[in-house]
């Protein structure tokens, strides 16, 4: 992850200083204390009507070229259900309906130190699959022939849909 070093609010130099019983970054002009908290981002098991699985094969850093569960970072003005659903359609073109929560994880990652991954059950209501720049390939996996899948929240997510656990990284 990369280390901050200005204030955000009025460009002052940010020092390391204990607050609240740990190391913490403050701006040396306006005290402003940084807070680093872990990311929210989401993840979807979508299965179509043969029981298979929608992985993505990513464009982007971080396991750039291998798959994943479609998903994404959630921004501030929606609810992370709606993150859910949203980054679904924009890295895949389904539209779908949030069937359950499958589970949270805290997630590891080299870009963002720790994210935490929300992962759902999600029902496709269209089925046309219309790839993103996020995502250079799209397909249906059976559960006895799923590829290495990117990240432990997401091989866990699945182990809870399909009763299967994929190898892979991160
Ligand atoms: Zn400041």
Known sequence: MREKIFCAYCGGKLISKMREDRKRLVCSSCGQ??????IPATA??????????????????PCRGGWSLPG????????????????????????G???RLIGVYSQP?????????????????????????????LRFFDKDSLPDVCFEGHRRFIE?????KPRGKY
Do not use: H, M
């Open 72 to 95: 994404g970072f959630a921004e501030i003005d929606e609810t992370i259900e709606e993150a859910a659903l949203r980054e679904l359609a924009e890295e895949t073109g389904i539209k």
């Open 44 to 61: 979807a098991v979508v299965l179509d009507d043969k029981n298979r699985i929608l992985l993505v094969k990513r464009g982007v850093e």
């Open 109 to 137: 990652s080299p870009q963002y130190k720790n994210v935490l991954l929300v992962g759902y059950l999600v029902k496709a209501l269209s089925s046309n699959l219309s790839p993103s720049d996020d995502a250079v390939e």
């Open 97 to 99: 309906k949030i069937v």
């Open 160 to 164: 809870a849909s399909l009763g299967v």
């Open 33 to 38: 204390i940084v807070y680093e908290n872990p």
